[in-house]
């Protein structure tokens, strides 16, 4: 028999990109359901106006991050708080600078290093975060902080992040660049 017509492949083509969307949005609406607090937030926002890797701006990044780690624990079947994990994720890397551009009050030398410890007091600030969110936050440089994850979930994102942070840095994954507010509502968003 001969190989697929054209139309079997098209029909092919459309079913695997029906099933690719399908799983995208169960992706979001688990994320949307886990932290609808925290995309709905102006510092949130804020972070699609900070490059990470590449082009890809923070927020990106950190949407990324969650939904590679949802992905993880079903693939392999990993049994975790999918909750904390989902919220770790998405404030891993709420800093809330850009890192990028050095400045006299904050030179971001080492930031690989500093940056957990940053986005976990400023997450702290704003949202009640449980033992596994911190840990998640604080850890998830690992080797880069000393100490390693303590629960799976922060291991996950870990993983996630350093998968993520490789596809975007080769532009294997790319991004839309950062959103540049005007002064006055930078100032809003601020508060």
């Keep these: 028999m001969a190989g697929h017509t054209g139309k079997e492949k098209n ?4 079913e695997r990109w029906q099933k690719a ?15 609808d607090d925290i995309l709905e937030s ?3 926002d804020r972070t699609k106006t900070f490059i990470q890797h590449g082009n890809v701006t923070v927020n990106h990044h950190s949407m990324n991050v969650a939904r590679y780690s949802i992905a993880i624990s079903e693939k392999l079947h990993i ?4 909750r904390e994990l989902i919220r770790g994720a998405l404030l891993h890397d709420y800093f809330l600078y850009d890192w990028h551009h050095q400045d006299k009050k904050n030179p971001h030398r080492l930031h690989g290093f500093f940056h957990p410890g940053v986005a976990l007091k400023n997450a702290s600030k704003e949202y009640e975060l449980t033992p596994r969110e911190k840990d998640i936050i604080k850890k998830h440089m690992w080797p880069l902080t000393v100490v390693p994850p303590m629960c799976r979930e922060a291991w996950i994102v870990t993983a996630a992040d350093k998968w993520c942070s490789l596809m975007e840095t080769f532009h294997v ?18 508060k």
Excluded at 21 to 35: C, E, G, M, V, W
Excluded at 173 to 190: I, L
């Design 79 to 82: 049994p975790c708080k999918k």
């Design 11 to 14: 029909h092919k083509r459309a």
């Design 42 to 44: 102006g510092n949130f």
């Design 21 to 35: 969307y399908l799983r995208q949005k169960n992706l979001h609406n688990q994320i949307r359901k886990a932290a």
């Design 173 to 190: 994954v790319k991004g839309h660049g950062a959103r540049r507010y005007p002064k006055k509502e930078r100032t809003n968003h601020e």
